[in-house]
């Protein structure tokens, strides 16, 4: 019985894997656009939008780019998932706001499990890996550069901290894993975690682009 029951839950995972990706995903990019709302004593209704503008803006993109429905328009479960984030705010906010990195890890969090599910959404359109990095990376960084916006900080992706180049080395990672033929489940474990280690890494080690300037210093 027992075993039975172990392969049901074992297939039920590596059938819907992608779906159960996206959710966290999408729990811990709500997370992190509610917790910047918190910052800017925004209202509960005011949170809510910022967290579900943060976890379905990237894939909202990506959508309309492959020209398919908005995700979220076919499927109630992200609006039922930011809700629930939300309330998790609301109830560990005490607990949250004495953690420093909560934003950073939230944030990095959706971004590698985002990537992969762009991936995976474009190369089920067949369209060429080229295109799925590119959506994958739009899928990842759209969301966070919307809340930022509308809580007026500077967007992340646009600094010089590595962010969209993590989307895309994720995805090159994914890309190779794929030519390998390694195991699907196992390809977007290591693809996500890629990009959030490379993301560890350059905020640990303060790793960051170079900047364009207007003008060299002066000396």
Known sequence: MLGLLFEFVSDYIRENFVILLDHIGTFAFAMSGIRLAAEKEFD?????????????????????????????????????VTGVALLSFIFLKKYIFRLNKTLFLFDTIGLGLFVVVGIEKTLAANLPFWVAIIMGMITGSVGGLIRDVLINEMPLIL????????????????????????????????????????????????????????????G
């Open 44 to 80: 509960w209704f005011g949170a809510y939008v910022v967290g579900l503008v943060t976890a379905i803006g990237g894939g909202t993109t990506r959508d309309l780019l492959l020209g398919v429905m908005p995700f979220w328009m076919l499927n109630s479960s992200y609006l039922i």
């Open 159 to 218: 600094r010089r901290d590595i962010y969209a180049v993590a989307c895309i080395i994720g995805g090159l990672v994914f890309a190779f894993c794929y030519w390998l033929d390694m195991n699907r489940a196992l390809i977007n474990i290591i693809s996500a975690s890629s990009v959030m280690l490379i993301r560890f890494i350059a905020v640990r080690y303060k790793i960051q682009l170079p900047t364009v300037k207007h003008h060299d210093s002066a």
